[in-house]
């Protein structure tokens, strides 16, 4: 029987071991696991003192829905790197649609599977389920395209 795979610390959000990376906003996972050319695991552990916690919902703080977007963008952007080299970038290109089922507060773990589909030479098909332990938390089908590094324009503040 072989071991699965062991999570590994996902890349930092700026510049980290000679590549390029978009500035993330946060690093909005925790550990990636990569368990073929097309599935990858993520794990987040909500905390209360992350910065765009306080005040999201003033009486019932929950991790925001655009950060679990965010979650599912940073393991499918670890997936690229892993499986094609840090000389490839994932960009999203579109949202086909969110369904968000339970919120996720302080201390709870936000559990990713991406399964990653190749549409043509260029793009990547994601479909991700997010869980709250046995709750199944949100589900998110996006589209990504896949392009040199040296092509990625960063834009995020």
Known sequence: ???????????GAAVEAGRRARAAPV??????????????TARKLVRADDPYMEGHYPDVTIYP????LESVYQAVLHLVWETRGTGSF???ARIDSVRFLAAFGPGDVLDIR??????????LDVTAECR???????????????????DQEVTDA
Request: some cysteine; proline content about 16%; overall charge positive.
């Open 132 to 150: 709250k332990g046995e709750t199944r938390a949100a589900k998110v089908s996006m589209s990504f395209r896949i392009v040199p590094a040296a």
């Open 114 to 123: 991406c399964a990653c589909t190749p549409s043509g030479p260029d793009g």
């Open 27 to 40: 690093p909005a996972v925790d550990s990636c696991t990569v368990l073929s050319a097309s599935d990858v």
């Open 90 to 92: 994932a960009v999203p």
């Open 1 to 11: 029987m072989t071991a699965p795979p062991t999570p590994r610390p996902v890349p």
């Open 65 to 68: 829905g655009a950060f679990l």
